[in-house]
């Protein structure tokens, strides 16, 4: 099984600002089957990105993800007021899929 | 637009049966696999398994002995059931469509049924 470990925990940031959010995968993760979902209060998980780097369709373009392997990034270039959520990585190549614990994005 | 209904109680007492139903609509159920996922502080987001509209099943090595998914074609529903709950099981649960042809990718996703377990 593998064990994806995203951090920081918590990111406190004004609007405006770039920030970037890290998933670490305790193997290889096949075919760079990993996506960014963003998850607001109340509401369940939002693909947001998948394939490591390819947006989903209506996500704007100040979101960015990349890497391979074991090592994976999202970048949000400048933070909008919707943007502020919780980020969650998953790997879904090998059964069975695994989250990470997520990264919240919260207002300073 | 795909939809997700989860539907079932939000009590369980524990060592009880906990059955929870999806119905999909906007969409047929067939040609896709389905998901139940759930949500709690302690464990975050994990996923139970998933169902194929013919009625092949996968699931979570750590859930599985207590864990059964079935389909309802005819309804554009599936379901879960879990046996033995306690109140480490207290969670939200989702349904979800996997994205086909993307491995375990969910794209679709329920709003959630809160369920606690407790006497």
């Known amino acids: 099984e593998i064990v994806l470990t995203q951090s920081p925990g918590t990111l406190s940031l004004f609007p405006g600002e770039r920030v970037t959010l890290s998933c670490r995968a305790s193997?290889?993760?096949?075919?760079?089957?990993l996506a960014w979902y963003q998850q607001r209060p109340g509401q369940p998980p939002r693909v947001f990105i998948y394939?490591?780097?390819t947006r989903a369709t209506g996500i704007p373009d100040r979101f960015r993800g990349s890497g391979s392997g074991t090592d994976f990034t999202l970048t949000i270039s400048s933070l909008e007021p919707e943007d502020f959520a919780v980020y969650y990585c998953q790997q879904y190549g090998s059964s069975p899929p695994g989250f990470g614990g997520g990264t919240k994005v919260e207002v300073k | 637009q795909v939809q997700l209904q989860e539907s079932g109680p939000g009590l369980v007492k524990p060592s009880e049966t906990l059955s929870l139903s999806c119905t999909v609509s906007?969409?047929?159920?067939?040609?896709?696999?389905w998901s139940w996922i759930r949500q709690s502080p302690g464990l975050g987001l994990e996923w139970i398994g998933s169902?194929?509209?013919?009625?092949?099943?996968n699931y979570n090595p750590s859930l599985k002995s207590r864990v059964t998914i079935s389909v309802d074609t005819s309804k554009n529903q599936f379901s879960l059931k879990m046996t033995s709950m306690t109140a480490a099981d207290t969670a939200v649960y989702y349904c979800a469509r996997v994205w086909s042809g993307n491995g375990w990718l969910l794209d679709y996703w329920g709003q959630g049924t809160q369920v606690t377990v407790s006497s």
């Open positions: 906007g969409g047929s159920i067939n040609n896709y696999y």
């Open positions: 394939g490591a780097s």
């Open positions: 169902i194929y509209y013919s009625g092949s099943t």
């Open positions: 193997q290889s993760v096949s075919s760079s089957y």
